[in-house]
């Protein structure tokens, strides 16, 4: 477990250049990068680390070279395996295409990977600790935080981020002269026919699957990932509609018929009687965007996740938190001043971010017309040279600029 | 499923005993080594329990409490009254309390006992038969025709295993009206000696009873606004819990084992439970609005919140019923649903419950 490295009441007296909410990916990158600039960083998360995250596992090649460039010491590497094909998956038809510059680590071992690297460059650290409430100031946040065992304590940033993934249920209040009031509703917007995620680990000795192979089982009513994870386990992801999970009774239930419709090497990976005694986690809806700045004074910054994200098919989540956490770095880096920094980050966040997301819900849309997506997958079984090329969106897009 | 619960009621023991009296009195019974009285009072502390009731008390003449059942121990291999004694115990007791919370939850449904079709009655407390079902067809007039099932030794979930079987039979049988009681008499299995779990054991478990009168999506009543419904359970047998709780039938009493891992236990396996749950419904911990979590003792409660990072407050009626009930075992999930209702509470509602495994129940109401 990763200790705190601050207690609750010593943070509460310290004011905070900046303060990060949720330690994924986004997260962790942002204040390793703020606190490289020489400011004082306060990461808390809800959880105790490492902790399980539903998440496919794959570090498309963008999030392999946004991991290089957050320059962590040698210590702090993640034990990532490289990924080294694809089986696409639908209804009896399989093509295994081979891809490079891919991983595959556990997120139990990434996240606490970036989680110590942050901390070793001076960002204090405080986990189990959630945060309920930010109050917008005028020079200034206010946020109310919660321990298991302890009372509410509040904290004072300068800035705050809100990294804290689909999850995010922060609400904010600004307040002006006198009484803070609440801002209206959730801002969220979920997208109508939107998935929910659903995902497990299962021990090491299931299914026949090996390292550096991930199978993307795509059926009706959504898709899953199966890839074995550094340490053995089997690692299952999937994005379904939330329909499907009532129609099926459990969602173990549904993924098992999903895996057995698409028969093959998805069944090899994950036998049934593994996957009825699996523990799934599910997530709210996937496909959403929430305002990039939050409150009135532009203090309040989303990242990762909590600002946006489409579906996992394209494996892309993980590159585009740690994007996001280092345009967030690089644009407090560059600019002049808080009026300046409040003027440019939505800009430089909409140049890095728009066509991915674009380009992530074409093929999203695409596996939702399974005729398309199973001629697609004839295609690439009988050119697979041509298929590698021309799909490598199959695990993430290109560069991120 | 969708079954709608007409009326919930409650029953506790004429008498109850005041924590700090009840660790008094566990001091003559062996539980603590001599010396060691102030040990054994903060246990009883820790538990966050105000007062607890125990159909073994009696009319007290000077103390603040009387019992005569278990005789304080004589030498350090006392082990208190036979399990024979105490199924006697049993059977005068359980079904006067069980009788009474089930007349109070046919008053609420405003269901006639010559209407209730099925009888489920759940404990884990006690054997007797005739038993339970047939003082609650005299006692309370239920039909001779009912439908009978007993659900026992189940654990303090019981509830929602009662509740699982009532629903089946709703769904089977739209006319069916199904009343579930549970009646547990915990106090009857006090443990003599210093034994760790069976010190918090005897610090923590109560008296009471409680039951529900409901019908299934079919019935006429089914549709009536106003109600709770349950519209899903799910269970789960936690990997690795090996026997970290469980509950075996001795000769001088029914007796818990319980390891001091439970709280890690059910903290690290809840929340995937309680996603899966939520999810089989479209629904996320977020869109909760009211928890009922089985109080097993003050820690699982503080595990259960942490994990699924609650707001502060989140678990007041479950907090409540510990203080002022203790652990009624399976009847205690029944008491904290009908203080959500009473205070008000918003759907959906989750309520859990672990037991001897270990095993997690989960039921969503809205
Ligand atoms: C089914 C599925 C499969 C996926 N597969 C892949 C894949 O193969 N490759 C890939 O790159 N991406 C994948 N993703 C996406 C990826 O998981 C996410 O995009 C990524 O984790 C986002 O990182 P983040 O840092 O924004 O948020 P998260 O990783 O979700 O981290 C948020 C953190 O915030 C904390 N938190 C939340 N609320 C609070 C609070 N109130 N107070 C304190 N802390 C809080 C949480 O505990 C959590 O640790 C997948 C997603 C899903 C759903």
Redesign the pocket.
């Known amino acids: 477990m990763i200790a705190a490295t601050v207690a609750l009441a010593e943070a509460g007296e310290t004011e905070w250049d900046v303060l990060v ?7 962790a990158a942002a204040a390793l990068r703020i606190v490289r600039l020489g400011l004082r960083v306060l990461l ?4 105790r680390f490492p ?1 399980p ?8 090649p963008a ?1 392999v070279g946004e991991l290089a460039a957050l320059a962590l010491p040698a210590e702090c590497l993640p034990p990532a395996v490289p990924l080294h094909a694809v089986w696409i998956a639908s209804r009896g038809r399989e093509a295994r295409i081979d891809t490079s510059g891919g991983s595959t680590v556990s997120r139990e071992a990434l ?1 606490s990977s970036l989680v110590q690297a942050a901390i070793r460059a001076g960002v204090a650290w405080m986990p189990a ?4 409430e930010i109050v917008d100031c005028r020079s200034g946040t206010v946020a109310t935080v919660r321990q298991a065992t302890a009372a509410a304590a509040r904290l004072r940033a300068g800035f705050v981020v809100i ?8 609400r904010i209040r600004s307040s002006g002269e006198g009484q803070a009031r609440t801002a209206a509703g959730r801002p969220r917007r979920v997208a109508s026919g939107s998935l929910i ?3 497990a680990t299962l021990p090491a000795a299931v299914g026949s699957l090996p390292e550096g192979e991930l199978v993307m089982a795509v059926g009706r009513s959504g898709y899953a ?1 199966i890839v074995r994870l550094e340490d053995g386990r089997l690692d299952l ?3 379904v509609e939330p329909g499907a999970v009532s129609a099926a009774g459990s969602p173990a239930a549904l993924i098992d018929a999903l895996v057995s419709d698409v028969g093959g090497m998805a069944r090899a990976s994950v036998p049934s009687d593994a996957l009825a005694a699996a523990a799934f986690r599910a ?1 709210p809806a ?1 496909t959403h965007t929430t305002p990039l700045t939050a409150g009135d004074s532009g203090q309040i910054i989303r ?4 600002a946006a ?1 489409v579906e ?1 098919f394209t ?7 740690l994007a996001s956490g280092r345009v967030l770095g690089e644009t407090f880096a560059a600019s002049a001043s808080r009026a300046d920094f409040q003027t440019r980050f939505p800009v430089v966040h909409a140049r890095v971010f728009a066509a991915h997301h674009a380009r992530c819900r074409r093929v999203a849309a695409a596996v939702r017309r399974p005729w398309l997506f199973a001629s697609a997958v004839q295609a690439a079984r009988l050119a697979p040279a041509v298929a590698a090329r021309a799909v490598p969106w199959v695990i993430g897009g290109g560069r991120l600029a | 499923m969708s079954f709608t619960i007409l009326g919930l009621g409650t029953a506790s023991p004429e008498r109850s005993i005041a924590q700090t009296d009840a660790a008094t009195l566990a001091a003559a019974f062996n539980n603590a080594a001599p010396g060691r009285e102030r040990t054994l009072a903060a246990i009883y502390r820790q538990t966050r329990i105000q007062s607890r009731g125990s159909v073994l008390l009696e009319e007290p003449a000077r103390e603040p409490f009387a019992q005569s059942f278990y005789s304080p121990a004589a030498d350090a291999h006392a082990t208190g009254p036979t399990t024979a004694a105490r199924m006697e115990r049993y059977r005068q007791a359980a079904g006067a309390l069980g009788c009474s919370a089930a007349g109070r939850a046919l008053e609420a449904a405003d269901v006639a006992p010559a209407a209730v079709t099925h009888l489920v009655t759940c404990s884990c407390t006690g054997f007797a038969n005739p038993g339970l079902d047939l003082e609650a067809v005299s006692g309370l007039g239920l039909p001779a025709t009912v439908q009978r099932t007993h659900v026992g030794f189940m654990g303090c979930h019981g509830a929602f295993n009662a509740l699982r079987v009532a629903d089946a039979f709703a769904t089977a049988d739209p006319r069916a009206v199904v009343l579930v009681i549970c009646v547990e008499l915990c106090s009857l299995h006090f443990q003599y000696g210093p034994r760790a779990d069976h010190i918090v054991a005897n610090s923590i478990f109560a008296d009471g009873a409680a039951a529900a009168v409901g019908v299934g999506a079919g019935h006429a009543r089914g549709a009536e606004s106003d109600h709770w419904r349950i519209i899903g359970q799910a269970s789960r047998i936690l990997p690795d819990s090996g026997e970290q709780m469980a509950w075996q039938i001795g000769d001088h009493g029914f007796e818990m084992s319980l390891s001091a891992q439970v709280p890690t236990a059910i903290a690290e396996h809840i929340a995937p439970l309680v996603e899966s749950g939520l999810a089989v419904h479209g629904l996320v911990p977020a869109d909760v609005r009211s928890w009922a979590v089985h109080p097993g003792g003050p820690r699982v409660l503080a595990s259960v919140a942490e994990a699924l990072t609650l707001d502060d407050g989140a678990l007041d009626a479950s907090h409540h019923v510990l203080a002022w009930h203790g652990n009624m075992s399976s009847a205690t999930i029944l008491f904290i649903l009908e203080r959500l209702i009473a205070t008000g509470a918003d759907t959906p509602c989750v309520a859990m419950a672990f037991g001897p495994g270990l095993t997690a129940e989960l039921a969503v109401l809205t």
């Open positions: 909410i949720g330690a994924g990916p986004a997260g808390v998360d809800r959880g902790r995250k539903v998440c496919g596992c794959c570090l498309s999030a996240d600790t959630t945060v309920t990294a804290a993934g689909l999850a995010d249920a922060i995620g659903l995902g990932g992801a999937a994005a997530t996937l990242i990762g996740d909590a994200y996992p494996g892309e989540g993980m590159g585009w938190a």
